[in-house]
């Protein structure tokens, strides 16, 4: 399996296995990933997977490096089109969260892979937020804090019927605004 912490690419394989984890995590939950059902749905032995993730841990771990890699995208554009703005990451974040509950709960209620993450992704995905806190990586932690909170609480159906969250978002991000 190519090392990904070196930032070598999967190979055509992986990368087909990756794509049917993430539908299947997507579809059913983190709790229905398992390397027999993935193995399953591509219609081979689950002992052929190993020849491309040497186990469940790495394909979870791929799933979150596409997490990140793709909420860095969505706050980076939010960046580009109202810069220093944190209503506008956040709302990206929000997006992207809720647009991806599964992948969202398996990247973020677990200790992150750090060891298996390519080099820099976590850098590249905070980096949006800690410019718009002027460079505070403290307030950006905070920030962040909220955000996940607010996005967890919400996939999670925490939050009662009729609850102003679009109100919730911005009371929020004014108070942590530098």
Not at 51 to 74: G, I, R, W
């Amino acid at each position: 399996m190519p090392d990904l912490k070196e930032g070598r690419r999967l190979t055509p394989r992986a990368t087909e296995i990756a794509a049917e984890a993430r539908a299947l995590l997507e579809e059913s939950g983190p709790q229905a990933l398992t390397m027999r059902a993935l193995a399953d749905r591509l219609g081979i032995k689950a002992p052929s997977l190993y020849k491309h993730f040497p186990d469940k841990q790495a394909v979870e771990a791929e799933l979150v490096a596409q997490l990140l890699t793709e909420s860095a995208e969505a706050c980076e554009e939010a960046e580009r089109t109202a810069p220093g703005s944190l209503a506008a990451l956040a709302s990206a974040y929000r997006d992207h969260a809720l647009a991806h509950p599964h992948l969202y709960s398996l990247a973020t209620e677990r200790p992150l892979p750090r060891h298996a993450l390519p080099e820099g992704l976590e850098e590249r995905a905070a980096a949006p937020l800690v410019r718009a806190c002027g460079g505070d990586a403290d307030r950006a932690r905070a920030v962040w804090a909220f955000a996940h909170g607010m996005v967890t609480l919400e996939i999670h159906g925490r939050f009662p019927p009729g609850a102003d969250l679009t109100g919730a978002w911005a009371t929020g991000t004014a108070a942590l605004r530098p």
